[in-house]
């Protein structure tokens, strides 16, 4: 009987004597070996290691039986006698203790509490007082759920002072009493004992059944059913319950830890010098010579220190066989970890030691880019033999970059240029086990239940809610596909929805009676879209239907319907308070409502069903909750968690720091070891007792995420790898590594020193700065960052590429080397001119070439538009002035934007629309006399010098007492005066007998065109014509701003002077290259022809400006078109 520790700096040496003392001292055949381990990896990589000892022969048979490895809790559990459903585990005791708060909210002691909650009267004398109630009451779960989890933190860590608490002591369990702030607690504690005894009919609490058990223990007064001999192997701490337990147990069986220990010197050193008691009189950091063991080894000096006081035997540390004369620097910085001595930098390693890596990357993305490289070179590295099963990829933060991981190593089919290159990246073909996942990662219908509830929970934007349409169960069930979905988004975006399903669901954010830009009001006008047309007369006009909804979507939009219509009913069924028991079931039903899956996935239905039964169960019907309560439970329950089947499964495992710790690797690699994220950095919680006083022993996050970092290090026998964002990835920025990291690279640099290393502030060697881009050519050069080079052909083909170019970078040309062969037409219509005047470069790439350039789609906007910018004030004001211009009421017109929603809320609304309805006001006060009227155009033009016609067809419309009136939103431009001046033309040759004008008015100001005579307006027309047919074989370098200024400059110049061409080219600069506002050159056509940023100067390159621009505005100006 008794507590034997064995403990050694390998886990192969625990392993070895742990399968000899079961083959040496072997029990009953029949009688199962009990062994506890603290992580599924670990579970699985001991269970290997033992079939390769204690097989049916001496040899390596690959045989182990007999084995009953557990998870900690399952012997507690077996210990105290409790089954599955423990009433004392925090996911169970929350709803007791969520019942005990309501219960004492308002008495002595319970003030904060009450008023953290919104059960305090004085919450009725605030403003907002209903909404500010509900969003404090909708905490409930959440602070139910993190006092549970203290509770049972306090019976791991501190079991007797919750005894004490039971007997109506307040004490903090060490010694001393409990602070005034703290008092609410015992008298919580107590009333949730009592609801659980009463829920479970229990005789006991939880300290008491602790308490008892040990007893019974220490006097072999239980009969328990676990064979004489445990185990218990790869443990850094014990809590002290747990810790209670196992002495107990020692008293009637043989107890044997195995435990993992980096430093058997640190251990003898340390020997007499522990102690137990308050963290802050703690002094053993002194003893550790070396800086990672003080640093980040508390875990293992306070699991001695809690063991030293419990009287076990502790053996002597296990012989292990290092290698000598070793220089790499890996193996020299575990030396000295296990011989706990200062690192020595006299000491020298050679260029080629690769034994530590750390890699800078820019982000996450370069990050698992980086990973696929040094995996790689890993396995083509000839001198370890390694092989998939052999590394270990560790990653805090598992969830954001497990898509990056599935997507870096999937097989690509982009190939490479035809140069006898594999297509795919060696990488590709690796295989890759993500080992612990969230549920919804592994479950669609879970990931689309979680959405739902936050959906339902929150605001129901736009944005959510068109992901949910996409999500893949929903796309099953509705029949949607990319095309549908895309249309879906536009109607919905033409629609102004922003969220919020009615004013109804505003009411919960203060805004009750604001319908503007809700589900309902889109909906509405989408459904009414597919009836009737946007330019409708009649009562349909007043909810301004959607536009652009054909005959062909009616079905997509049927089916969208009935997807919000499944969504509002189950938004409506929950919008009070329900047991747990009836929000699972809600949940079920309206995924159902919502999900269908194809038949070889139905076990996701059947999957989330169990879990959602087991919730209900769990919670009973004794509490009442909020949707968001729902939310913050499922949020808990839905997160990562390990399996065992994907742990040391023959690929590549990728798993979270805990899982594999201290499980030996060759090759152990950690990834997104970044700042802020590495180590986990908790923010204190005020009412947990034992952060006020921490003693010895007890869990702490940060400390416990340094203790395996340092387990990561001793774990790898050949190569360590760090991987983390060194640098932002936005704008190269430089980050820190996680401050473990720091000292784990300044650490690594004291232990040796290679050639190359830098001194001073520069990183060492084996620190390695990645390039943004992986096909920089620095990737490819021998020093490069990976060692043994990339193994990307792809990029190497872009870095081969760009360097190409960059060489002999190609001479910069014209979009065209010449011009395109004239096509004859013999027909064109007033707004191809039209069209053609206002951007040639336009008209030019859709019409002759037929291509288009990209734009930039605009995402959903989730936010009410509080502040409107000077374009979306236009988009409205044009908006308005032509459909008054048309004849409707200025007020009908305004109140149609309302109900698009284009107006600010309340009174900035108000301010908006009285601004832009006085500027329509204005501009539309002279609309001439009489009703306005529209010519026919239908003109035969000369075609050329040599004969022929061309027929010009098209209406000119808004003609009063034979003046062209053009009215716009904007400022008056250039773009408005060509427009204004072809259909001025086409006017005055199709009526000779009349005198026209145009009269141009705008924001700012107008102007007025005067007629030609008719003979002249048709040559002016035939010559715009001609002009257009070149613009159509190259692109005419004519944008409207800037030629109209280069051709009012030109024409001011001396015929024959040298220098009036670069005047008037610097007189249009400013226009066509902006100045504190954007210019010309900024337009996505004219990018598309001369390039970005490009001068004026590369618009008479195009033949075009000096040739062209005279041409078209010399007339404009003579007859008063100079804007």
């Known amino acids: 009987m008794g507590i034997n520790v064995h403990r050694g700096d390998q886990p192969e040496a625990l392993v070895r004597e742990f399968a000899a003392m079961l083959r040496d001292d072997a029990a009953d055949v029949f009688t199962p070996e009990v062994v506890v381990v603290p992580a599924r990896g670990v579970e699985r990589w001991l269970a290997q290691q033992l079939s390769h000892s204690l097989g049916t022969t001496a040899g390596d048979d690959g045989v182990a039986a007999g084995l009953e490895i557990m998870a900690p809790q399952s012997l507690i559990s077996m210990l105290l006698g409790r089954d599955r459903v423990d009433p004392w585990q925090a996911d169970r005791l929350v709803w007791p203790t969520l019942e005990a708060i309501d219960e004492l909210a308002g008495t002595p002691h319970f003030d904060a509490l009450t008023h953290h909650l919104g059960a305090g009267p004085e919450i009725t004398d605030k403003p907002r007082a209903e909404w500010e109630r509900k969003a404090r009451q909708s905490r409930r779960y959440a602070v139910a759920r993190r006092i549970a989890g203290l509770f049972a933190s306090y019976a791991r860590e501190r079991p007797h002072m919750l005894a004490d608490w039971e007997k109506g002591t307040p004490s903090d369990g060490v010694g001393g009493t409990l602070p005034d702030d703290f008092l609410w607690q015992p008298i919580l504690w107590r009333r949730t004992v009592e609801l659980v005894r009463e829920r479970h009919d229990l005789t006991e609490s939880v300290t008491e059944r602790h308490r008892r058990v040990v007893e019974e223990l220490f006097s072999a007064a239980t009969d328990i059913h676990l064979p004489q001999r445990l185990s218990f192997f790869g443990y850094t701490r014990l809590a002290a319950a747990e810790r209670e337990l196992v002495v107990a147990l020692g008293a009637c069986r043989d107890l044997h830890l195995w435990l993992p220990h980096p430093s058997p010197q640190l251990w003898a050193d340390l020997d007499g010098h522990t102690s137990v008691g308050s963290r802050a009189d703690d002094r053993t950091a002194r003893h550790a010579k070396h800086p990672l063991l003080a640093t980040l080894g508390r875990d293992v000096r306070e699991l001695q220190a809690v063991l030293s006081t419990d009287g076990v035997t502790v053996h002597e540390p296990l012989a292990t066989a290092l290698p000598t004369n070793t220089t790499d620097r890996l193996a020299l910085l575990q030396a000295d970890i296990r011989a706990n001595r200062a690192p020595d930098e006299t000491r020298t390693t050679t260029a080629d030691d690769f034994s530590i890596q750390v890699h800078a990357c820019h982000g996450p993305a370069r990050q698992v880019e980086v990973l696929r490289e040094v995996l790689t070179s890993l396995l083509a590295d000839g001198q370890g033999a390694l092989q998939p099963r052999d590394i270990l990829v560790m990653c805090p933060d598992i969830e954001t970059f497990a898509p990056l991981i599935q997507a870096t190593f999937g097989l690509s089919l982009v190939r490479t240029p035809d140069k006898g290159q594999d297509p795919y990246h060696p990488g590709q073909q690796l295989r890759v086990q993500l080992a612990d996942r969230a549920l919804g990662a592994t479950n669609s219908l879970i990931d689309l239940a979680h959405r739902v509830v936050s959906i339902v929970a929150g605001r129901m934007t736009v944005s959510e809610v068109l992901d949910l349409a996409s999500h893949e169960a929903v796309r099953a069930r509705f029949g949607f596909d990319e095309e549908g979905l895309e249309r879906v988004g536009r109607w919905v975006t033409d629609a102004g929805v922003r969220w919020g399903y009615d004013a109804g669901h505003r009411g919960e954010y203060q805004l009750a009676g604001l319908d503007a830009n809700t589900w ?19 009562p349909s006009a007043a909810r301004v239907p959607v536009d652009d909804i054909g005959s062909r979507d009616i079905e997509v939009v049927g089916r969208f319907l009935e997807l919000m219509e499944r969504l509002k009913r189950a938004a409506d069924t929950v919008r009070g308070t329900l047991s747990a028991r009836e929000w699972m079931r809600w949940l079920h039903d309206t995924i159902e409502a919502l999900a269908d899956t194809p038949p070889d996935e139905r076990w996701q239905f059947a999957q989330l069903a169990r879990d959602l039964d087991a919730i209900g169960e769990t919670a009973g019907d004794h509490t009442t909750l909020r949707l968001n309560d729902i939310r913050v439970m499922l949020d808990q329950r839905w997160g990562a968690r390990p399996t065992r089947a994907n742990f040391r499964s023959g690929a590549i495992t990728v798993c979270t720091m805990v899982p594999m710790r201290s499980v030996p690797h060759k090759a152990v690699v950690v990834l997104g070891v970044d700042d802020g994220v590495y180590p986990r950095s908790p923010v204190v919680d005020g009412d947990d007792v034992l952060a006020r006083r921490p003693q010895v022993g007890e869990r702490d996050a940060r400390s416990e995420d340094r203790q395996l970092l340092l387990d990561a290090v001793m774990a790898a026998s050949e190569r360590f790898v760090a991987i983390y964002s060194g640098f932002d990835e936005h704008n190269g920025a430089r980050r820190p590594p996680a401050v473990p990291l720091q000292e784990l690279i300044a650490a690594a640099a004291r232990t040796a020193t290679a050639p190359g290393d830098a001194d001073g502030n520069a990183d060492p060697s084996f620190v390695r700065h990645h390039p943004l881009q992986a096909f920089d050519e620095r990737n490819f050069r021998p020093d490069g960052p ?122 900035r609304g108000r301010k908006v629309r009285d601004e832009i309805a006085g500027n329509v006001r204005a501009i539309a006060a002279d609309r001439g006399t009489g009703q306005p009227r529209s010519a026919d155009i239908r003109l035969d033009l000369p075609a050329s010098e040599g004969g022929g016609t061309v027929r010009l067809t098209g209406v000119v419309t808004a003609i009063h007492d034979d003046t062209v009136w053009v009215r716009t939103y904007s400022t008056i431009s250039a773009k408005h005066v060509a427009a204004a001046w072809v259909r001025l033309l086409a006017l005055a040759a199709a009526e000779p007998e009349r005198e026209h004008r145009a009269e141009l008015l705008g924001k700012k100001g107008g102007l007025r065109l005067s007629s030609p005579d008719p003979a002249e307006a048709v040559a002016l027309l035939a010559d715009l014509v001609r002009v257009r047919q070149s613009g159509m074989r190259f692109p005419m370098g004519v944008p409207p701003k800037t030629a109209s200024a280069f051709a009012a400059a030109y024409r001011r110049t001396r015929p024959g002077d040298p220098y009036g061409l670069r005047q008037a080219l610097d007189r249009a600069r400013p226009v066509w290259e902006g100045g504190r506002f954007s210019g010309e050159n900024d337009d996505p056509w004219w990018r598309f022809v001369v390039g970005p940023q490009s001068r004026v100067e590369a618009l008479n390159r195009l033949r075009s400006l000096e040739h062209f621009a005279p041409r078209i505005w010399n007339p404009i100006h003579e007859h008063g078109g100079e804007a």
């Open 520 to 538: 309902t009001r889109g909906m509405d006008r989408i459904a009414l879209g597919v009836a009737v047309a946007a330019d409708t007369d009649g």
């Open 786 to 907: 990976v060692p043994g080079g990339t193994f990307d052909t792809a990029a190497l083909a872009g870095a081969e590429a760009l360097r190409a170019f960059r060489a002999d970078p190609p001479a910069k040309k014209d979009f065209l080397d010449q011009p395109l062969p004239l096509q004859p037409v013999s027909a064109v219509t007033v707004d191809e001119l039209v069209d053609f005047l206002k951007n040639p470069a336009k008209e030019f790439l859709k019409t002759r070439l037929e291509v288009t350039v990209p734009w930039q789609v605009d995402e959903a906007n989730d936010s009410l538009p509080i502040a409107l910018d000077g374009l979306e004030q236009w988009d409205i004001g044009e908006r308005v002035l032509h459909e008054v211009l048309d004849g409707m009421a200025l007020e009908d017109a305004l109140d149609g934007e309302v109900v698009r929603g284009s107006f600010p809320p309340g009174a």
